[in-house]
């Protein structure tokens, strides 16, 4: 006797293999987008990497501005009043930097959606509403 074609399998027979497949093909699925992630990973971390080294060459080379800055000036007053000049130069802007980061985080303090939650409240209310008027 020939073994049954789908078309001659029984309901139970189809709704199980049915199942086998789609956990079959949930858990190729799964696997295939770890191995995407791990990829994605590793180049994320190379391109951290990157920007972190491009970092440090660009404070080394403000550095060198500053250290310009500092002997352009010296040719027109000492060199020490020169290193001061760049120095209170700097440190204002720090603190001008400083003073609107802060401002900038306390603006987002807490760090709660706020907007959402009321929302999502008034929702709450309204459903509470309608549920006690039908």
């Known amino acids: 006797m020939a073994s049954p074609t789908a078309d001659e399998r029984p309901v139970a027979q189809l709704v199980h293999d049915l199942s086998q497949q789609t956990s079959t093909l949930v858990r190729q699925e799964l696997k295939l987008a770890q191995l995407e992630m791990q990829q994605k990973g590793k180049k994320a971390g190379i391109g951290v990497g990157l920007f972190g080294g491009a970092g440090v060459f660009a404070v080394y080379g403000i550095g060198a501005l500053v250290a310009a800055a500092v002997l352009g ?10 290193a001061l000049i760049v120095a209170v130069l700097l440190f204002t802007v720090a603190g001008v930097a400083a003073l609107v980061g802060k401002k900038e985080v306390s603006e987002a303090t807490p760090p709660v959606p706020e907007q959402a939650i009321g929302s999502t409240q008034l929702d709450v209310q309204e459903i509470k509403d309608r549920s006690g008027r039908a």
Do not use: I, R
């Open 73 to 82: 000036l010296a040719t027109a007053v000492d060199g020490w009043l020169a």
